[in-house]
């Protein structure tokens, strides 16, 4: 006994009891090289997060989804993407990327999954170095062999090789904007490279031994080099010309030479004696920052160039105004020997690390104690680096260890394991 007239109002009522019950229509899901890995019954409202919640089996990454060539982000729907029924819709994961290396090895792992994503083939020869391009698309790796090496970050390829040298690649570095690559070598002189074409643009002689460190300018127009000869050099990076010579460690071998975050200044360590500030137009020394009996360890820019973090041998650590030349904060507590140091991008943090393990965050404004950090049980902490964010802390202790913190909580997230050897660097991709 249902009128007739009202058939027509419960059948709309029932399509749009349906429409809110159940989504309207299937969405296969594809990886970027076309492989469906998903089916999803999904409703035109939905937006990125919806998707990511109902992916099967997601890693604990970030994706990026697309319709064509359009991405699904932020509070964008699929109706306005265009998406209907049947619909392909391509998922790129991504994980922000750390790169671990020792003397034997290089590992790119995934940092949000914790995941070993690739390992660099060096064919036997030992690393010296190994870093990001700016953009974290690409490794450069200096090697024993006498070559420097570039590598797909997220393939694990060797894409080129930077060969001419007669003796170790001891570093190797790219230009800010990631299109010039420099290498020192024991052959006593360091190159200039387009990573383009791979071709050595320019071969900078002049040092009378082992060239061990090199740095760009921050703006890409000057190079930097320190040899065993006790010298420090500046070049120019179009000509290839040598601009000045800076002396002032002795008869030391310069053990790092780095420019200031604006290129003002250049600092210069010999590993337990000394470390200079200079005036990078002039080459004037500005100070020497003199170790005691116990010697001077490590030095460290903070990212925006107004203080620099120096640290001795007996554990003493100091915060460095490098506008007037003082002290703004000893930081003081543990007598146990400093291992290195690093700020966080925004100049908030400094973490320093110590021989038994233990890693100390610091308030690098204040100079006030935050936490602590059991990284190793009596190995000593060996390199730290921040995530670009500062949310995440990157540890690798002595004896292979490498570990992902939270900086917030002092957690330890995940624990990278893969070498089993002293780790020699650890950093994140920037971009």
Avoid at 270 to 285: D, F, H, L, P, S
Avoid at 382 to 392: H, I, K, N, Q, T
Avoid at 401 to 427: D, M
Wanted: proline residues 3%; contains cysteine; glycine residues 10%.
């Amino acid at each position: 006994g249902c009128d007739f007239r009202s058939r027509p109002r419960l059948h709309a009522a029932l399509q749009e009891f349906r429409r809110r019950r159940a989504p309207a229509m299937r969405v296969p899901l594809r990886t970027i090289g076309g492989r469906e890995f998903a089916v999803l019954d999904a409703d035109p409202s939905w937006t990125v997060s919806n998707i990511c919640l109902r992916m099967p089996d997601a890693p604990s990454s970030s994706a990026r989804v697309f319709h064509g060539v359009q991405e699904l982000s932020g509070l964008r729907t699929l109706k306005e993407l265009g998406v209907c029924d049947g619909s392909s819709l391509s998922v790129v994961f991504t994980d922000r990327l750390i790169l671990t290396a020792s003397r034997s090895a290089a590992h790119i792992w995934g940092a949000d999954s914790g995941r070993l994503m690739h390992s660099l083939d060096m064919q036997g020869a030992a690393l010296r170095s190994a870093d990001f391009s700016p953009d974290g698309t690409c490794v450069l790796t200096a090697s024993d062999d006498g070559a420097a090496r570039l590598w797909s970050s997220s393939r694990g390829e060797c894409i080129g090789v930077l060969e001419g040298h007669g003796a170790v690649v001891n570093a190797a570095a790219f230009s800010p904007d990631g299109s010039l690559v420099l290498t020192a070598s024991g052959d006593h002189t360091a190159k200039i490279w387009s990573r383009e074409s791979r071709e050595c643009k320019h071969i900078l002689r002049g040092h009378q031994a082992a060239v061990t460190c090199c740095d760009f300018s921050p703006r890409g127009g000057r190079a930097l080099t320190g040899s065993s000869d006790a010298s420090t050099k500046l070049w120019r990076t179009d000509s290839g010309n040598c601009i000045r010579t800076l002396w002032g460690h002795g008869l030391f071998a310069v053990k790092s030479a780095r420019f200031s975050p604006d290129g003002s200044l250049v600092i210069t360590c010999v590993e337990g004696r000394t470390t200079a500030m200079w005036n990078a137009n002039t080459g004037e020394c500005l100070r020497m920052l003199k170790g005691d009996r116990t010697g001077l360890l490590y030095q460290k820019f903070s990212p925006d160039g107004a203080r620099i973090f120096t640290c001795m041998w007996d554990g003493c650590a100091e915060l460095w105004s490098v506008e007037a030349h003082e002290c703004l904060h000893v930081l003081e507590g543990r007598s146990v020997r400093m291992i290195s140091a690093e700020f966080s991008r925004d100049c908030s943090l400094l973490v320093v690390t110590y021989a038994d393990g233990i890693a100390e965050l610091w308030d690098a404004k204040s100079g006030e104690f935050l936490h602590s950090l059991h990284v190793a049980e009596r190995h000593r902490v060996r390199v730290v680096s921040f995530s670009p964010d500062g949310a995440l802390l990157l540890t690798a202790s002595f004896e292979g260890t490498v570990k992902l913190w939270s900086v917030s909580s002092g957690r330890c997230l995940s624990v990278l394991q893969g070498h089993g050897e002293r780790i020699t660097s650890a950093a994140f991709a920037q971009s």
